[in-house]
């Protein structure tokens, strides 16, 4: 099993910044993609960026420009830091992680989340 622990969450007013990290531990054997999720009360999950383990990075458009994903794939962990925060990004921001196991398939773990809550 994989297990992902994230920090940094918290209260900030609008236009500050925060830095998420994620830390993967356990059976992390062959990892394809880390990633961030956040969920705003009341609506689904939503993708908020990737990285690969060659550093390629992906971003949604709604934090393009101001969300920037970062990873160490020698220490199995993925930050995210999070600019010009707005009041819409207030949310439980999760860590996801995708690996193949060991007949190929691909696994997903996630963690237990960590609130980001942006004030006006």
């Known amino acids: 099993q994989v297990q992902l622990v994230e920090s940094g969450g918290g209260l900030v007013q609008v236009g500050e910044s925060l830095r998420l990290s994620c830390a993967a531990s356990?059976?992390?054997?062959?990892?394809?993609?880390m990633s961030w999720y956040r969920q705003a009360p009341g609506k689904q999950r939503e993708w908020v960026a990737t990285?690969?383990?060659?550093?390629?990075?992906n971003h949604a458009d709604s934090v393009k420009g101001r969300f920037t994903v970062s990873g160490d794939s020698a220490k199995n962990t993925v930050s995210l830091q999070m600019n010009s925060l707005k009041s819409e990004d207030t949310g439980v921001y999760y860590c996801n992680l995708n690996q193949r196991d060991s007949l190929g398939y691909l696994r997903r773990y996630w963690g237990q989340g960590t609130q980001v809550t942006v004030s006006s």
């Open positions: 356990g059976s992390v054997v062959s990892i394809n993609t």
């Open positions: 990285i690969t383990t060659e550093g390629l990075t």
